[in-house]
């Protein structure tokens, strides 16, 4: 069977889509986007979740019924809000941050979006904090650096609970996932090959049942069996 080519829209309509898709199913509530628009006014990078994708991980982790989560990678906040409105009121998000400033700022936004009981933010080097944290977790979310996904993914096998979901932003990596890594920018050539290390561990280990959401730029979620 030949694979029958898939209904390539014009970026015009793309970015209708995306509007629709927004304005139609996603609930971000004036709170979490003003997190966005502080985070730019203080010159942090704009690598946050896009609004769907926000919206996509809260659904996800709804649907898993996640009380007790770990969150790689912080920045704001903003994708924190989306968990920690999913979770129970006695659920838990405990989120690992290496920057002290983007921590301070991420706590900050969570006291004001009401998540300060929730939501525990951790400073250091997330392997340093990873090493010392025990116990089974109902949810890995990883959203760092991308050469670390693998280190991450090993981690996160040995504490997801059975049913446990493991989830992962920049699954697509910008669109270079598909690049030979010798073609890509050196900057991103190492981001690029462990990206498709972490994709490629992922799909063909079978303790997990996996799929990438291509919503933004590729929202990889994973069921621990």
């Not at 919206?55 to 990678?73: D, Q, S």
């Not at 920045?75 to 920057?99: F, M, N, Q, T």
């Not at 400073?123 to 904090?129: E, F, I, L, N």
Request: proline residues 4%; aromatic residues 8%.
């Amino acid at each position: 069977m030949t694979d029958r080519p898939y209904l390539i829209f014009p970026e015009t309509v793309q970015r209708d889509l995306t509007h629709y898709l927004r304005n139609t199913f996603v609930d971000e509530s004036p709170e979490q986007k003003q997190i966005n628009i502080d985070a730019a006014r203080q010159s942090l990078p704009e690598i946050s979740l896009r609004p769907e994708e926000g919206w996509l991980l809260y659904f996800l982790v709804k649907l898993a019924r996640v009380k007790i989560g770990v969150e790689i990678g912080t920045l704001a906040g903003y994708s924190a809000s989306w968990i920690a409105r999913a979770l129970p009121d006695d659920g838990k998000l405990i989120c690992l941050e290496v920057d002290s400033h983007h921590a301070s700022i991420a706590n900050n936004n969570m006291k004001r979006l009401g998540f300060a009981d929730k939501v525990e933010i951790m400073v250091g080097d997330a392997r340093d904090t990873l090493d010392g944290m025990d116990g089974h977790f109902d949810m890995v979310f990883i959203d760092a650096d991308k050469t670390s996904y693998p280190y991450y993914l090993d981690w996160a096998l040995n504490h997801l609970r059975s049913g446990g979901l493991l989830l992962a932003h920049n699954a697509f990596q910008n669109g270079l996932i598909v690049e030979n890594p010798e073609n890509v920018e050196e900057q991103q050539r190492d981001s690029t090959r462990a990206m498709q290390e972490f994709n490629k561990r992922v799909a063909e280990d079978e303790r997990l049942t996996s799929i990438i959401m291509p919503v933004g730029d590729g929202l990889l979620a994973a069921i621990m069996d």
